[in-house]
């Protein structure tokens, strides 16, 4: 059984190349289901069927985990007797046919207008940080991008005389506008800043980090952390924090779906929806709160 467990992690690491989180998250899954088999006298892991999997799947139910971590863990049992079957280690899949539970769909979470005034007001432009940290916060609230687009920008991308920044998602290119104070911040980066920070004069990346190269999305998640800390904003931000309130407040302030869409850089439309999920909930909680007969 170990021996089986130990030639899966082999395979993810070495022939799919599954990342470290991946690698940690499916042997968690696959250990977790081999002490269930243990402690309930079950098969060996070669010998489990649907039955086997379908008991497990109710078991972690009747402990409490919800839809989202046991559809996880179906997922990862499903990864695990596949490379069983490629490998003649099982003959068939016990996990093939398990049902997915629907998990419960997390709206995003979003900043109020004062929340993102707090979080822009705290880089301080006393030293070139600061100026390049406003910029980044900025920018990302002005443009709604993923942070993986802002932090592949190159100055050519950006045209500060016109207002606005163009940015490549999902092999597609696109084009946003910015608004007065992200132009103002851009432009005192670029001209006085960025000169004095970057290594190499021929550096393209607009964004670079303390050592003069393009600065990495752990580096800006560190950014991040640090001014909602600073802020003392009691919500989790992510760097994709920002993006979901850029969206919900242009809903709220009238923007239509389908602009917001082009913005945003969404294939599909249903994505977008999502925004307009959020700004219902919203008013109708604001409707609770200050309604004098709700």
């Known amino acids: 059984m170990g021996k089986l467990v130990a030639a899966y992690e082999s395979y993810l690491m070495n022939i799919r190349h599954a990342s470290d989180n991946t690698v940690a998250s499916y ?3 696959v250990r977790q289901f081999t002490t269930y088999l243990e402690q309930t006298d079950g098969p060996a892991l070669e010998s489990c069927t649907q039955e086997t999997v379908c008991a497990y799947v109710r078991h972690l139910t009747s402990i409490g985990k919800s839809p989202a971590t046991v559809s996880r863990c179906v997922a990862s049992l499903k990864s695990f007797y596949g490379y069983c079957v490629s490998t003649g280690a099982v003959a068939q899949s016990p996990v ?3 049902p997915q539970q629907k998990a419960e769909k997390r709206l995003p979470q979003i900043l109020t207008g004062r929340e993102v005034e707090l979080l ?4 301080k432009c006393t030293d070139m940080k600061g100026y390049r940290d406003k910029a980044m916060l900025e920018t990302l609230y002005a443009t709604g991008m993923r942070v993986s ?5 190159n100055v050519s991308d950006v045209s500060l005389a016109g207002g606005f920044v163009r940015c490549i998602g999902n ?3 696109r084009i946003i ?4 104070a992200a132009i103002r911040a851009l432009t005192a980066y670029v001209t006085d800043i960025r000169p004095n920070m ?3 004069p021929d550096e393209q990346a607009l964004f670079v980090n303390l050592n003069g190269g393009r600065i990495s999305r752990q580096g800006f998640w560190k950014i991040i952390k640090h001014y909602q800390q600073t802020a003392q904003i009691d919500k989790e931000i992510t760097p994709h924090t920002l993006r979901h309130s850029f969206a919900a407040h242009l809903l709220e302030n009238g923007a239509d779906l389908h602009s917001l869409q082009e913005m945003l850089g969404h294939s599909d439309i249903s994505s977008t929806q999502v925004y307009a999920q959020v700004v219902k909930k919203t008013l109708k909680s604001v409707y609770e709160k200050y309604h004098p007969r709700a």
């Open 96 to 98: 093939h046919d398990i």
């Open 27 to 29: 042997l968690r899954d």
């Open 198 to 200: 970057i290594a190499e």
């Open 149 to 153: 687009e802002m932090i592949a920008l």
């Open 120 to 123: 822009l007001e705290q880089p």
């Open 171 to 173: 092999g597609k290119s």
């Open 177 to 180: 506008p910015i608004y007065p």
